[in-house]
């Protein structure tokens, strides 16, 4: 074949493009129009099928998307068999029976066993909650670390009762305690905070906990001139330093099959004794 019998690419490249525009610029001009009325108002698509249909709008899309969300959260279930929780076998006392979940959960390998949500009730009766860390728990209570400025140690100032929660997901279990909650002395606070890592005792210094802050830049500047100021020995700060709870409710929760679920109360009595009872799931 001839030089000059060869289709010419650049001319090929121009027809289609000139195909392509001739193609699109009718639906851009129908879009750029001013909305018409009636059944041929929405542009017509080609549908998964090869048929046309009509475009559906985003809003009636975006509701689509919602419910079908809905059905698939609403269609989880999962069958609970892993354990039982009868009388014949749980502890005499509540904190017997939290210290044998608790090492289980321990020896189970479980991701942060000792995590725990804190829930706490402000003045205008609005509760809230959070995530927190078990650092100890004796027959004296149960007992987590924070800042003393921050929304929940307002919260315990103004109402002193609170409850924990304790989900350990692999077990099929809760266990939750309920109390009045008091702040730990100033000695084992202190023991505590030795303990910490180097960065999270100036984190300590550097964070005003539950505070409205421009950008996460103030924090990094202020933990470099903590760090600067203290180096490697910085005192626990007058604003930071324990809790304890100190129960009268304790809640036991085995996850049964066809949600007959093990529920067990401990109830603190006026002479000291715990009343253990079963409840309803």
């Known amino acids: 074949m001839t030089r000059s019998s060869m289709p010419d690419q650049s001319a090929t490249d121009a027809a289609d493009s000139k195909l392509s525009i001739s193609r699109i610029t009718p639906s851009l001009s129908r879009a750029n129009a001013a909305p018409a009325t009636g059944p041929e108002s929405t542009p017509a698509v080609r549908t998964a099928t090869g048929k046309r249909g009509r475009e559906a709008p985003l809003a009636t899309i975006a509701a689509i998307s919602q419910n079908s969300l809905m059905k698939d959260i609403a269609d989880l279930r999962k069958s609970y068999e892993r354990a039982e929780l009868d009388e014949t076998h749980a502890a005499g006392t509540p904190l017997r029976q939290f210290e044998q979940w608790m090492q289980e959960a321990l020896a189970a390998k479980l991701p942060e066993p000792t995590a725990m949500t804190l829930a706490t009730v402000g003045p205008e ?6 995530v927190v860390l078990l650092k100890g728990c004796d027959a004296r209570g149960f007992v987590w670390y924070t ?12 109402n002193p009762q609170a409850a924990l929660q304790f989900h350990w997901v692999e077990l099929e279990r809760v266990a939750r305690i309920e109390g009045r909650v008091e702040k730990t002395d100033a000695a084992e606070s202190d023991a505590y905070f030795r303990t ?7 984190g300590a210094w ?7 802050i421009p950008s996460r830049a103030v924090l990094v500047t202020e933990a470099a001139r903590i760090g600067a100021k203290f180096l490697l020995d910085p005192p626990r700060p007058p604003h930071w330093g324990g809790y304890r709870l100190v129960p009268d ?9 066809s949600r ?7 109830a603190l009595q006026a002479d000291g004794s715990w009343l253990r009872q079963r409840l309803a799931p």
């Open 125 to 130: 009766g609005q509760p809230s909650t959070r």
């Open 249 to 257: 409710t304790f809640e036991f929760w085995q996850g049964r099959r």
């Open 196 to 202: 910490r890592p180097l960065d999270s005792r100036i």
């Open 206 to 212: 550097a964070s005003p906990q539950s505070r409205v």
């Open 147 to 158: 800042n003393y400025a921050s929304r929940k140690a307002q919260e315990i100032a103004g």
């Open 260 to 266: 007959l679920h093990d529920r067990l109360r401990y």
